[in-house]
């Protein structure tokens, strides 16, 4: 998109009139999505001060201080859009999303519930995303999917229909997403990207994001036939350019995170279109044609709830076997935690902690004596609030230890020092399990109905640590209680760890490949054969 170009030409506009509100707003939408968020404040700032009463200005104002983690500012923000509009489209819900991201939880229980009954009313109140953290109804998360969709991402047929192509030596992958550099959805899939089989496919990025230079844009950069940087272009522009290189396959790995850009898909980028691994969900659009899930995340007695055709793979989550551990041996000392006593541990993002997963865990920590709860803080009120509500619950909060940001290396070596992973529920752990369970550390989870609910579930069942598996709170509190007083069966589940780590198929990454080529072999073929898409299973029995 040139929003360098139309910067510009607001410039002009602006010095010719000063007071044109409409170019100082658009303006500041520019800067936004140029990721110049100050710029962009400093634009929304000036479109208030002459209209006081622009609830646009504020919401975007809000968006723009929740990128730069300014989380209280914008929610004050998003505040002075709601008393001006009560009914601003998706604003409850990320005004609510980023209240969690600070873990305030001020009347949370009362928002949650209005925000459910709003979506479930067909109100437009949430984006998709925030939802995942918030409930665990599939049915729920589809309908905000839905709602999101049509509004802001419709099918959009200006480009016609894909013609047909007729069957070629080599199926053209493309795979689309921002996060083409140091981020959780490329930690994942570089030795994906690395290990197809370039006899039988092509493969090709097109990448919407910064260009970073950091060490795994580079990396990333070399695995691919192609690698093209199309952040300048627009969503018309990059989905006409997908034609033009006759993708057969589209892998959107953005879904509904932040940065995406589904109208590319909206325009039919492809002939085969598919949701995969940034967004545990359904996206509920009609021109999304699979999602890549297991049996796991996906049972399917709730096929139904998931607008894509479901593709089951033995495991879900594309892994790189290549992932390097640092050698450093933190002490305790060092990293804050105390020279004795159990260390549970949970490095999941903020939001994912819910009120009632918190529960839980203060529970563990009051039956576990001279235990510590080692959490990762993406901000210093996120760390404040957590420790009050560890104190309004009766414990102590100097037990709730926060660790720093860390490269890769490093953070995963930091795990070694944790004794066991708490995870979160309604949103899983996802990158952040398999990094526990890479370098070492057990992850116990507790399931619920959705995708996001069950992640860490597939993950176990790949490295055959079924037993780290509950389905009730109850059973996953007394299980990390259990483990924490008992030496010898927490450290036969490590030694299993250590055995499954490279022989179990989670961290395989060319068997993992081999699978979701074969996925991408089978789709084809049922296109070639003029079939619509359908559910594929790879490796397993069918229904």
């Not at 139309?6 to 010095?15: E, H, N, Q, R, V």
């Not at 809000?62 to 604003?91: C, M, R, V």
């Not at 096929?303 to 055709?309: S, V």
């Not at 359908?534 to 229904?543: F, K, N, T, W």
């Amino acid at each position: 998109m040139r929003h360098q170009a139309a910067i510009a030409s607001y410039d002009l506009a602006i010095a010719i009139r000063p007071d044109f509100v409409e170019a100082i707003y658009n303006r500041g939408n520019s800067f936004r999505s140029l990721s110049q968020h100050q710029a962009a404040i400093a634009s929304y700032d000036m479109a208030i001060a002459l209209k006081p009463d622009l609830f646009h200005a504020y919401a975007n104002r809000g968006n723009a201080l929740s990128d730069l983690k300014q989380y209280e500012a914008a929610t004050d923000s998003y505040d002075k859009a709601l008393a001006i509009n009560p009914d601003h489209e998706f604003l409850s819900g990320a005004r609510l999303h980023t209240k969690t991201s600070i873990c305030d939880w001020s009347d949370a229980e009362n928002e949650i519930a209005q925000l459910t009954q709003k979506i479930q009313r067909n109100e437009r109140a949430s984006p998709p995303f925030p939802v995942l953290a918030l409930s665990t109804s599939v049915s729920l998360q589809r309908k905000a999917a839905e709602l999101w969709v049509n509004e802001m991402h419709p099918a959009n047929f200006e480009l016609g229909e894909v013609l047909k192509r007729t069957r070629t030596e080599k199926i053209r992958i493309g795979y689309f997403s921002m996060d083409f550099e140091n981020h959780p959805v490329s930690f994942l899939t570089a030795g994906l990207f690395e290990s197809h089989d370039k006899d039988k496919f092509e493969v090709y990025a097109f990448s919407f994001g910064a260009d970073t230079k950091d060490e795994m844009r580079i990396r990333l950069e070399a695995a691919f036939d192609r690698f093209m940087d199309v952040q300048s272009r627009s969503d018309k522009e990059i989905a006409e350019l997908a034609r033009q290189m006759q993708i057969d396959i589209a892998i959107d790995l953005a879904g509904f995170t932040s940065g995406s850009r589904s109208s590319i898909f909206a325009l039919r980028a492809a002939p085969l279109q598919i949701n995969y691994l940034g967004y545990p969900g359904t996206m509920g659009a009609d021109y999304m044609d699979y999602l890549i899930a297991d049996k796991q995340v996906i049972p399917q007695e709730v096929q139904n709830y998931y607008a894509e055709k479901i593709v089951y793979l033995p495991c879900f989550q594309a892994n790189d076997r290549q992932r390097k551990i640092s050698d450093k041996v933190f002490s305790r000392e060092e990293l804050g935690l105390p020279e004795s006593g159990f260390v549970f541990c949970c490095f999941n993002n903020n939001y994912k902690i819910t009120p009632s997963t918190f529960d839980g865990w203060m529970r563990i920590l009051q039956q576990v004596d001279d235990s510590v709860l080692f959490l990762y803080a993406d901000s210093e009120p996120a760390a404040t609030n957590l420790r009050i509500e560890a104190s309004q619950r009766g414990v102590d909060p100097k037990r709730l230890i926060f660790g720093d940001k860390l490269a890769t290396p490093e953070y995963l070596a930091r795990y070694r020092c944790a004794d066991l992973f708490l995870d979160t529920l309604p949103f899983n752990a996802g990158t952040t399990a398999s990094d526990a369970l890479w370098a070492g550390l057990p992850v116990l989870t507790c399931t619920g109905e959705a995708f996001a609910s069950r992640m860490a579930a597939s993950l176990l069942t790949a490295i055959d640590l079924p037993e780290l598996i509950t389905t009730t709170q109850e059973d996953y509190e007394a299980l990390a209680v259990e483990l924490a007083t008992n030496p010898e069966q927490l450290r036969a589940i490590k030694e299993k760890l250590d055995r499954n780590r490279l022989t179990a198929p989670l961290f395989d990454t060319k068997l993992f490949t081999r699978h979701i080529e074969d996925a991408y072999t089978q789709m084809y073929q049922r296109y070639q054969a003029d079939l619509a898409p359908d559910h594929i299973y790879v490796g397993q029995p069918s229904a």
